[in-house]
Structure formats: structure tokens, C-alpha cells
């Protein structure tokens, strides 16, 4: 496995756990209240898509020139 390969999979894990972590958050929100729960769950949105992005640069990455 290349290095790209492995730095891939560990980027692709860390969007699925900050969606996971936002979508409690947000329920959380929903169930108890409290308006922290909501800032908490938009910051860990906004990590996410800025981690998507990031993936999207790198399909270029690891390929001969």
C-alpha cells in the first residue's frame, strides 16, 4: 500500500466520524436544549466539509508525472 492510499482511507475515516459526531451533537440538541450542542455539532459540520474538500485535492496526488 502507497503512502497516498493509507493518508486517503485515515481522511476518509475522520469525515465519517466528524459526520457521525455533528449528527449526535445535533440530536442531542433536539432532545435536551442547550445551545451549545448546536454551535458544537455546526463547528464539527464545517470540519467536515473542509475535510471533503481536502480529498477532493488530492486525486492528483500519488500519480506519476
Excluded: N
Excluded at 466528524?18 to 435536551?32: E, G, K, M, N, T
Excluded at 442547550?34 to 459540520?45: H, K, N, S, T
Amino acid at each position: 500500500m502507497r503512502l497516498i492510499t493509507a493518508h486517503r482511507i485515515l481522511i476518509l475515516a475522520a469525515i465519517a466520524f466528524f459526520l457521525f459526531y455533528a449528527v449526535f451533537l445535533v440530536r442531542r440538541y433536539l432532545d435536551a436544549g442547550g445551545a451549545g450542542f448546536l454551535v458544537q455539532g455546526a463547528v464539527y459540520l464545517l470540519v467536515a466539509v473542509g475535510l471533503v474538500l481536502y480529498y477532493r485535492r488530492l486525486k492528483g496526488w500519488g500519480t506519476r508525472l
